[in-house]
């Protein structure tokens, strides 16, 4: 028996099938990224989605820029185009307290001659991010654009097509109609969760790490390479609508019907959002969320107020820079002040040196407070904060403690001198070096200064790399100090016995900890290339070195320039690459990484163990040209998920050769011996037949 999810399957018209899929997989992207409401599994969009891509490769001439496989897959841009708004963008005005919110509705009141009538409003939370907007041309997404100056902004349409919660076509439901020409205008912004992850990743790297959410957000939206935009987990929440030519289409008569129009459009809306008579309901909601914006998975630093009706907002105006209609109150940010016990330095993965402010605890923003990053000596010279030091503290976007300002009128009168930059490490005494046009200073010793040797391990066995389940910062800290692990290729000399020997180590721990550790020799090459802790590779990069290469030694023989030539690999990092692999020490590393049992390329002895099902048990496959739409690691993962194996050459014993154009000697093997040829989409329609099949 099919499902439903099949009926694509069973048209005869290749039309038919692409666009019942793109409709459906829409909807899908619609319930997950915008009401979240999901409604199938990871799996089954994932099949969906592989068949499409099939098809519309099959059929190029059917492929539109509203498919849902043209949110990633523009080439890397040289630069932005600058294009104009078709009507300009203002900024808001802001007021900081009561006292300006009402004076600011006195002049509303006045001008609208309506002194003594309860102005209608709608306010929303002020979403801290990057305004873009967005022009759909019969329901399809054509350009998307900054804010830029208000006139001007720069075409970033391939990144944002990357936001699963943009629609590339406007999704309507019920009776709603979409205008022939619109511009739709919100904000993009980071999640708190994927800004503490990414700044994560980055101090893992020895990157410097983004100060607040919307910095990271509008970075991640302005990159030249779409797919670096698809890997932060962007958001966006929409609030206007400018009809350039109606159409059919009814115009909403107020700004809450307008939000609700958006909704209808499958627009994603602020959740922080009310209708409000009077200026009382409106603090009401000022208060109420002031007090509840730190549970918020998005930054926010104010409330936007609007007078609701599209008519009054015509006859308010804008001002030279700011329409008259609305206005943000801001939040005042908790600012307190705490005393500087002492600068410490810390030492990250990669020797940088950063000054940090250890402080007497104080509680701010809903958590205590005891330690801020100076970021780099520059920053701590502009300062200028120094132990014993009264300093006003607050918290980036509410999530990142930071050093505002030292009181100079209550610094003491024995204060301490200017911190200098260290000449030494502060942990291993090695000299500092300063690496021109750069701002930060490092530890001259990364094979010998145990912080380095530590956060390298640190990294080594996070989530992104070698993902050693059970080996904390606890554990690893004991392993350094005893001496037992230098580099990560001693992790794979530990016996049990030697976990033994740590404090409050049990013999349990100690043998989960060991095969873990032994496991992880069997984890896919771009978690290895990840680990290895390339300045500038990060998980996305390493990715792409595997799927170009196949192996560790491929990539270190690889020229600057063949670096360069792989999409999403700039100069800057390609020569990080080659600077690695030219250390003797990295050599040194890899060969024992080799003696200790890794492959140093993709390796197919866990793939029975991570199969989702047998179709392809004990089948052999070989891979050979150019597929249409899944890179060859790709194709590969999919064979092993569903228990095939992988191999280099064409004998008798292979069950299938997967062929793609320029497919070489293997195929004219492959049809000497009488092997069975497949193409992409032969391979696809397996796979989706053996999951849709009911198994009654």
Same mark, same amino acid.
């Given at each position: 028996m099919m499902s439903?999810?099949?009926?694509?399957?069973?048209? *005869?018209?290749?039309?038919?099938?692409?666009?019942?899929?793109?409709?459906?997989?829409?909807?899908?992207?619609?319930?997950?990224?915008?009401?979240?409401?999901?409604?199938?599994?990871?799996?089954?969009?994932?099949?969906?989605?592989?068949?499409?891509?099939?098809?519309?490769?099959?059929?190029?001439?059917?492929?539109?820029?509203? *498919?849902?496989?043209?949110?990633?897959?523009?080439?890397?841009?040289?630069?932005?185009?600058?294009?104009?708004?078709?009507?300009?963008?203002?900024?808001?005005?802001?007021?900081?307290?009561?006292?300006?919110?009402?004076?600011?509705?006195?002049?509303?009141?006045?001008?609208?001659?309506?002194?003594?009538? *309860?102005?209608?409003?709608?306010?929303?939370?002020?979403?801290?991010?990057?305004?873009?907007?967005?022009?759909?041309?019969?329901?399809?997404?054509?350009?998307?654009?900054?804010?830029?100056?208000?006139?001007?902004?720069?075409?970033?349409?391939?990144?944002?097509?990357?936001?699963?919660?943009?629609?590339?076509?406007?999704?309507?439901? !019920?009776?709603?109609?979409?205008?022939?020409?619109?511009?739709?205008?919100?904000?993009v912004f980071m999640p708190k969760e994927a800004f503490i992850q990414l700044n994560q990743e980055r101090n893992l790297r020895g990157e410097p790490e983004f100060a607040n959410p919307r910095n990271a957000g509008a970075g991640s939206v302005r990159q030249l390479d779409p797919r670096i935009t698809a890997s932060r987990n962007l958001d966006a929440f929409f609030y206007g609508a400018t009809v350039l030519e109606a159409g059919?289409?009814?115009?909403?008569?107020?700004?809450?019907?307008?939000?609700?129009?958006?909704?209808?459009?499958?627009?994603?809306?602020?959740?922080?959002?009310?209708?409000?008579?009077?200026?009382?309901?409106?603090?009401?909601?000022?208060?109420?969320?002031?007090?509840?914006?730190?549970?918020?998975?998005?930054?926010?630093?104010?409330?936007?107020?609007?007078?609701?009706?599209?008519?009054?907002?015509?006859?308010?105006?804008?001002?030279?820079?700011?329409?008259?209609?609305?206005?943000?109150?801001?939040?005042?940010?908790?600012?307190?002040?705490?005393?500087?016990?002492?600068?410490?330095?810390?030492?990250?993965?990669?020797?940088?040196?950063?000054?940090?402010?250890?402080?007497?605890?104080?509680?701010?923003?809903?958590?205590?407070?005891?330690?801020?990053?100076?970021?780099?000596?520059?920053?701590?010279?502009?300062?200028?904060?120094?132990? !014993?030091?009264?300093?006003?503290?607050?918290?980036?976007?509410?999530?990142?403690?930071?050093?505002?300002?030292?009181?100079?009128?209550?610094?003491?009168?024995?204060?301490?001198?200017?911190?200098?930059?260290?000449?030494?490490?502060?942990?291993?005494?090695?000299?500092?070096?300063?690496?021109?046009?750069?701002?930060?200073?490092?530890?001259?010793n990364p094979s010998g200064c145990p912080a380095q040797v530590l956060r390298r391990l640190q990294h080594w066995v996070s989530k992104g790399a070698l993902d050693i389940d059970g080996v904390g910062p606890a554990l690893l800290e004991q392993l350094v100090e005893s001496r037992l692990v230098e580099s990560p290729a001693d992790l794979y000399k530990l016996s049990v016995d030697d976990f033994l020997t740590l404090e409050r180590m049990a013999l349990k721990s100690a043998e989960n900890a060991y095969t873990a550790i032994q496991k992880s020799k069997q984890q896919p090459l771009a978690r290895l290339i990840n680990g290895l802790g390339i300045r500038h590779v990060g998980q996305e990069t390493a990715i792409l070195l595997a799927q170009t290469f196949g192996s560790i030694p491929a990539i270190s023989e690889a020229s600057l320039e063949t670096l360069t030539q792989i999409p999403g690999v700039g100069e800057k990092v390609a020569e990080s690459i080659v600077v690695f692999f030219a250390d003797a020490g990295n050599q040194q590393l890899l060969a024992q990484l080799r003696d200790s049992g890794f492959a140093l390329q993709e390796t197919e002895s866990n793939a029975a163990s991570q199969a989702t099902s047998t179709l392809f048990q004990d089948q052999t496959f070989v891979l050979t040209g150019t597929l249409p739409t899944l890179s060859r690691q790709e194709a590969s993962d999919l064979i092993r998920a569903h228990g095939g194996k992988i191999s280099g050459s064409v004998s008798k014993k292979t069950d299938y050769v997967l062929a793609g154009t320029e497919a070489g000697s293997k195929l004219a093997k492959a049809e000497q011996l009488g092997v069975k040829i497949i193409s992409e989409s032969d391979l696809l329609a397996k796979l989706d037949s053996a999951v849709s099949e009911d198994p009654s």
């Open positions: 439903n999810l099949d009926a694509p399957a069973r048209m *005869s018209s290749p039309e038919q099938q692409i666009e019942s899929l793109r409709e459906q997989l829409n909807r899908y992207n619609y319930l997950y990224y915008v009401l979240d409401r999901p409604e199938i599994d990871d799996a089954t969009y994932d099949r969906l989605y592989h068949q499409l891509v099939g098809l519309e490769q099959e059929h190029p001439a059917l492929i539109t820029s509203d *498919s849902p496989t043209q949110r990633v897959g523009d080439a890397p841009l040289k630069l932005f185009e600058t294009v104009k708004h078709p009507v300009r963008l203002y900024s808001l005005d802001n007021v900081f307290s009561e006292e300006e919110l009402i004076a600011w509705e006195k002049r509303v009141e006045k001008l609208l001659d309506r002194p003594d009538s *309860s102005i209608d409003y709608v306010a929303e939370l002020k979403i801290d991010g990057l305004a873009v907007t967005l022009l759909y041309e019969n329901g399809h997404l054509v350009r998307g654009a900054t804010r830029g100056n208000g006139t001007e902004g720069e075409n970033i349409t391939s990144n944002l097509k990357t936001i699963k919660s943009i629609p590339l076509k406007i999704p309507v439901t !019920g009776d709603a109609k979409v205008p022939d020409r619109v511009e739709i205008r919100g904000e059919q289409a009814p115009l909403p008569k107020n700004h809450w019907a307008m939000l609700e129009t958006l909704s209808a459009w499958g627009f994603k809306t602020n959740p922080g959002k009310q209708h409000c008579q009077g200026l009382q309901e409106i603090m009401a909601f000022v208060h109420h969320w002031d007090q509840r914006r730190r549970e918020l998975s998005f930054a926010t630093d104010g409330v936007v107020v609007k007078v609701n009706p599209l008519v009054w907002q015509d006859e308010l105006g804008y001002t030279a820079k700011s329409p008259r209609w609305a206005v943000a109150f801001k939040y005042v940010p908790e600012v307190l002040e705490t005393r500087v016990v002492e600068i410490e330095f810390s030492v990250g993965r990669t020797g940088v040196i950063t000054p940090v402010a250890i402080m007497e605890p104080v509680f701010i923003s809903g958590s205590t407070v005891q330690r801020a990053t100076l970021h780099n000596f520059e920053e701590l010279a502009k300062k200028d904060v120094r132990p !014993g030091d009264t300093v006003k503290v607050q918290k980036a976007a509410e999530i990142i403690p930071e050093v505002i300002e030292v009181v100079l009128a209550k610094r003491p009168a024995s204060a301490h001198e200017p911190v200098l930059p260290p000449a030494h490490c502060p942990v291993c005494e090695a000299p500092v070096v300063a690496i021109p046009g750069e701002v930060a200073l490092r530890c001259g």
